[in-house]
């Protein structure tokens, strides 16, 4: 499969890595540096989804602590790895967006247009607890480069974005505290939690705007229902607790047991370390399935049926701890461990078998 440019998917990826660690670094600059982040709108939503308050700013016309906080919001927004909680996604030039983007803060366009998407987000992002939205505008003056890397002095382009983040507000644990003097039970209050969901529009890709790209930043179940919904896009972007449910159909039905599960996520994890990927293509996972002794023509007629042309990823499908459960006992091991546990059956009842390698412990208990 090739990209929109022609690049394969692992190009298109690898390139995507190498545009992001670069704009992650420029952004680190923003606590203390003016012209790479220019202006931040905000609105806290409470728990019946009203909107509570809302705010523009200049940049350094906040307070550097708050600033940094603020800061930490970007970066965590953008600094997730590709396939992981950060998806490329194609999209329609968002015109609405951009126009926020290139409007003047303080004016009476940008203040409609800032509460037109304020009330989008509140139509498709619900939650029990109140929440914290904000859109950042960032600049970043891309230097032109020599094929080996080096900075030209001439031939740089600017690169606009918005960097959109949501985060959930939680309720305090009561306390007791010293203050005005005794110590009380301290009032509880909202605070605000990391990002759950985010995008960057447009997208940095091949250190240019992509204007028919959004990264989506996805931690919670309902981002995704918003992002769809703000760039009106149905990519086949799955949630990770349903992918790991489409896999296990695949793997049931294609004739996997319970042991040579273990086998087949140990290869999905040994084949994302080599190749460095996120995804591994439907051909790679049908050979690791007949490797591990599964029917791969029953693997082909499910996988089409089931997870179609939907994007599943190796975090989501695969797992670092092998977890065997049988009714109330459970053994957890380290994934590269996994071949350890042997199914066998002796005098007609089966048993799992795992080889005493070094003292057994029981409760901390070093025994034998």
Same mark, same amino acid.
């Given at each position: ?150 900075? @030209? %002095? /001439?031939?740089?382009?600017?690169? =606009? ?6 985060? !959930? ?5 009561? *306390? ?15 605070t605000i939690g990391a990002p ?30 918003l992002l769809h919904e703000l ?37 999905? @994890? %040994? /084949?994302?370390?080599?190749?460095? =990927? ?6 790679? !996972? ?5 490797? *591990? ?18 994007q599943l990823s190796a975090e ?53």
């Open positions: 499969k090739t990209g929109p440019q022609g690049h394969t998917k692992k190009e298109e990826k690898e390139m995507l890595k190498t545009d992001l660690r670069e704009f992650r670094k420029e952004l680190k600059k923003a606590p203390k540096e003016e012209g790479i982040v220019n202006w931040i709108y905000a609105f806290y939503v409470d728990s019946e989804n009203r909107l509570s308050w809302s705010s523009t700013k200049r940049w350094l016309e906040i307070e550097e602590d708050e600033r940094f906080r603020h800061y930490e919001i970007l970066n965590r927004t953008a600094s997730s790895g590709i396939g992981k909680t950060l998806f490329p996604v194609e999209t329609e030039e968002n015109e609405s967006l951009l126009e926020l983007r290139d409007l003047e803060p303080g004016t009476a366009p940008f203040e409609q247009a800032s509460e037109q998407f304020a009330a989008k987000v509140m139509e498709s992002f619900r939650h029990t607890d109140p929440y914290y939205a904000t859109v950042t505008h960032v600049t970043y003056d891309v230097p032109a480069r020599a094929t080996d890397g080096s900075v @030209l %002095e /001439d031939g740089g382009s600017v690169y =606009e974005t918005l960097i959109f983040s949501i985060c !959930l507000a939680k309720l305090s644990a009561p *306390s007791l505290g010293f203050e005005e003097e005794e110590v009380r039970e301290l009032t509880r209050r909202w759950v969901c985010g995008f960057l529009y447009p997208s940095f890709h091949e250190r240019a705007g992509a204007y028919g790209e959004a990264s989506f930043f996805v931690k919670n179940d309902n981002g995704y229902d760039f009106k896009t149905r990519e086949n972007l799955v949630k990770p607790e349903q992918q790991k449910d489409l896999w296990v159909n695949v793997l049931e039905n294609s004739g996997v047991d319970a042991m040579a599960a273990l086998e087949v996520n140990e290869k999905i @994890l %040994e /084949d994302v370390e080599e190749s460095n =990927e996120p995804e591994l293509s439907k051909k790679r !996972l049908r050979e690791i399935v007949e490797e *591990s002794g599964g029917d791969g023509e029953s693997f082909e007629t499910t996988y089409d049926e089931v997870v179609g042309d939907k989501a499908i695969s797992a670092a701890k092998a977890v065997v459960e049988m009714g109330s006992v459970q053994i957890r091991l380290p994934a590269a461990d996994s071949a350890m546990v042997q199914l066998r059956n002796i005098d007609g009842i089966d048993y799992l078998v795992l080889p005493v390698d070094g003292p057994i412990s029981v409760n901390g208990a070093v025994l034998g």
